[in-house]
């Protein structure tokens, strides 16, 4: 028996040692790589970071394409220690690294990330380069860095003795209830946002009562995540953007979306909260401005009151909400020349009544992310409050479609309410089902509700999946929007002259630009 055991040791001796062998001997194999070395990249773009922020983590791939396996002398950054890049290789964080090991036709991962804080010598937006170097003299390889630095204005929650973020509260029911969330009242100084810097705001940025923010044309806001502005009871939104010549730069429109800014996230929706309107605001003013990515676009909250309009909206586009783009809740909105485009539930919401007028816009819902239920269109007035009464939502030259059967939902809870509405040269899509047919709130024989509809018409917009709602050449609401209508907003949302021969919706179609 002893000799058993003994033979047992003796084997895992043996074989401990072959192996230790075999590693050290491995070692004494590599040899110094000679300048062939190759790159998943070129180049290496880290996009966009604001001034102070950390940018997300990008990578590059370093391939031994030959049949000897080899050592990498030296990885290192250009600028040395001085770099404002961070480097890992192969899972050791570092800035230099020397006799990196890569087996034959074996590759390793480099990530990077940088963080810039712009000195008050630096321009507000600027290019920061740097280099990885592999090795040195005629073998040194290298891989430049860029990254565009953003100066930006950061507001956000201060915090207490204790650590803890400064909180605010939404009123979200007629009983008193609220939801407390992070975020702080702007100062007297924070309430006119200029567009010499973007804007990033962290948490809800709320206006004192009896104030009002005022934002510039061609000002960029940008909302981390979970936040938003919260237009409290007496206090004002004033957005004052105006037409820009450019319509992919939108120089002049005020822009809000996400702070993410790698390339991939520019469509990813629910990035940041919403802009809130408390039911005790009104004389809310918008006009040129662009929304998207966010939770619920705008969501006003109503007194339903006739002679207190809570929100004038013009020129505007609101798309790619996780939920939905414009939600009036017990609201009096005005809008004009709106693009309201896609959404995870829906364009539209005109919810526990309200008063409504909607000229020359656009309802259309493409959602492409994924199952959407709602209609790009939905009025109801489910009695969740005290009065409920849908007064009044006027359409006017307006386009309601989108990619499912029906992107129209009308929903009358409650007899005893009132409930008024009213389709005038606009277009719907409508399928033809026992939900449709057999409620009296779709005939569409009955000129008090439907005036001069179309039904079911091809809008035929030039890229709806990418939130592009201008005609082609082929659209039905070429030359067919009530002319009267019209003349109430001559300019399309392009500041294009729309007073011969009126499309419907908010673009009006030029040959010279298609």
Not at 395 to 412: A, K, W
Not at 445 to 469: C, G, H, M, R, W
Request: glycine residues 6%; proline residues 3%.
């Amino acid at each position: 028996m002893s000799l058993v055991k003994t033979t047992k040791f003796q084997l895992w001796g043996i074989l401990s040692m072959l192996i230790l062998w075999s590693s050290c001997r491995k070692d004494f194999d590599y040899q110094a790589s000679t300048g062939q070395l190759s790159f998943s990249k070129d180049t290496i773009y880290l996009d966009t970071v604001f001034s102070t922020i950390g940018s997300s983590t990008y990578s590059l791939k370093v391939y031994n394409r030959s049949h000897t396996d080899i050592q990498i002398p030296s990885i290192a950054l250009k600028n040395g220690v001085d770099s404002k890049y961070r480097i890992n290789v192969d899972g050791q964080s570092g800035m230099e690294f020397f006799n990196t090991p890569l087996l034959a036709k074996d590759s390793l991962y480099i990530f990077i990330e940088v963080t810039y804080s712009i000195s008050s010598t630096d321009e507000k937006d600027f290019l920061y380069t740097d280099a990885l170097l592999f090795d040195s003299g005629t073998n040194q390889q290298s891989v430049p860095l860029i990254t565009l630095i953003k100066d930006a204005i950061f507001l956000y929650p201060k915090k207490d003795a204790k650590g803890l973020s400064q909180t605010i509260s939404l009123d979200i029911g007629t009983d008193g209830s609220t939801l407390t969330t992070n975020g702080f009242f702007l100062d007297e100084n924070q309430l006119n946002f200029s567009n010499e810097k973007p804007y990033v705001i962290y948490g809800y940025a709320a206006i004192p009562k009896t104030k009002t923010l005022t934002i510039t044309a061609g000002a960029h806001i940008y909302f981390h995540q979970n936040s938003g502005i919260l237009v409290t009871a007496n206090s004002s939104l004033r957005i004052n953007g105006s037409p820009s010549s450019d319509p992919i730069a939108l120089e002049n429109e005020v822009i809000f979306e996400g702070d993410r800014l790698e390339p991939g996230l520019g469509t990813i929706p629910g990035q940041w909260g919403t802009i809130w309107f408390d039911k005790e605001s009104s004389d809310n003013h918008i006009n040129h401005l662009t929304v998207k990515n966010a939770t619920i676009g705008l969501f006003v909250h109503g007194n339903n009151a006739e002679n207190v309009t809570n929100l004038y909206i013009d020129n505007s586009q609101i798309h790619n909400s996780a939920i939905a783009n414009l939600w009036g809740k017990s609201a009096h909105i005005k809008g004009t020349n709106l693009v309201l485009g896609n959404a995870g539930l829906t364009s539209l919401y005109c919810n526990n009544g309200g008063y409504y007028t909607f000229t020359h816009t656009t309802i259309a819902n493409y959602w492409t992310e994924g199952l959407r239920s709602g209609a790009a269109l939905q009025i109801d007035h489910i009695q969740r409050e005290e009065n409920s009464n849908l007064y009044k939502a006027d359409f006017l030259n307006c386009i309601i479609d989108g990619n499912n059967t029906t992107e129209l939902f009308l929903n009358r809870s409650d007899n005893n309410l009132a409930f008024n509405y009213s389709f005038t040269n606009c277009m719907l899509k409508i399928s033809s089902n026992s939900a449709t047919n057999d409620n009296p709130l779709y005939d569409f024989e009955d000129t008090v509700y439907y005036k001069a509809i179309f039904l079911n018409k091809n809008s035929d917009f030039s890229n709806p999946k990418q939130n592009d709602f201008s005609l082609k050449a082929t659209s039905f609401a070429i030359g067919r929007a009530n002319v009267e209508g019209a003349a109430l907003v001559p300019k399309d949302i392009l500041n294009k002259d729309r007073t011969i021969l009126p499309d419907i919706g908010s673009y009006q179609f030029f040959l010279i630009n298609n």
